[in-house]
């Protein structure tokens, strides 16, 4: 692997300079500033606080990735992406679904055949398909809220309103390319700023969920039993 190689893969990006994306690399600060704003709000949720760390890290990679630019920095970009999605399905599938953690381990490695199945047909979507790889995560999450409205109906519908965020911020990371000719800095910079606001808003959900399950609320909103 060439890990000192170039990638030019948005409109913003003129040349390998290190500022050549300067909107692309400092809207990364939305990651940083909602890992922080939901630090203060996580405070007793190990989980959560877990989930905060990681999405300051997603900023501090996808700022290296549009500052170096090479193969390197881009793995340094997902990595930490990849970590989120699978602590976050860790944390429901224990939390909220109840499964002991061993079991809670082995449904959450199955991302990895759910995904591998799933992202050469995402490949084919009208515009979202230059995102396929990350289009298995929206549809895992309005899954996972329809198979909770009946449990949880508050928690599924912040998974609703954080699928349709992501939705919003793919089509801003897919058209980047598309649009260059009428928007030379591109969208790519959208997708910073809404992703920022929707993984803060996922774990905002899982916070509530749980501090519901601490206060002695059930999964369907009455007080649980003791």
Same mark, same amino acid.
């Given at each position: 692997m060439e890990l000192l190689r170039q990638i030019d893969g948005y409109c913003e990006r003129l040349g390998p300079e290190y500022w050549a994306e300067p909107v692309n690399a400092v809207t990364n600060a939305a990651f940083v500033l909602a890992a922080l704003w939901m630090w203060r709000r996580s405070a007793g949720v190990p989980l959560a606080r877990a989930l905060c760390v990681v999405l300051a890290l997603i900023g501090l990679g996808s700022y290296l990735f549009?500052?170096?630019? #090479?193969?390197?920095?881009a793995i340094a970009d997902v990595a930490p992406i990849a970590a989120f999605i699978l602590l976050y399905i860790f944390a429901i599938n224990r939390d909220v679904w109840g +499964?002991?953690?061993?079991?809670? %381990?082995? @449904?959450?490695?199955?991302?990895?055949?759910?995904?591998? @199945?799933?992202?050469?047909?995402? #490949?084919?979507?009208?515009? %979202?398909?230059?995102?396929?790889?990350?289009?298995?995560?929206p549809v895992l999450i309005? &899954?996972?809220?329809?198979? %909770?409205?009946?449990? @949880? #109906?508050?928690? !599924?519908?912040?998974?609703? &309103?954080g699928a349709a965020i992501l939705l919003v911020s793919l089509t801003a990371r897919?058209?980047?390319e598309m649009l260059c000719a009428q928007i030379p800095l591109g969208t790519h910079f959208l997708w910073h700023i809404l992703n920022g606001v929707m993984?803060?808003?996922?774990?905002?959900?899982?916070?509530?969920? +749980?501090?519901? #399950?601490?206060?002695? &609320?059930? %999964?369907?909103? !009455?007080? !649980?039993?003791?």
């Open positions: 549009h500052t170096h630019a #090479q193969v390197w920095s +499964m002991r953690t061993g079991w809670a %381990l082995g @449904a959450t490695a199955l991302f990895f055949p759910y995904a591998a @199945a799933t992202v050469p047909l995402f #490949q084919y979507v009208p515009v %979202l398909g230059v995102s396929a790889g990350y289009l298995p995560v309005l &899954i996972y809220a329809g198979l %909770l409205w009946r449990r @949880a #109906q508050d928690l !599924a519908r912040g998974f609703v &309103i897919s058209v980047d993984l803060g808003w996922m774990i905002e959900v899982y916070v509530r969920f +749980m501090r519901g #399950q601490s206060a002695g &609320i059930g %999964l369907e909103g !009455a007080p !649980a039993p003791r």
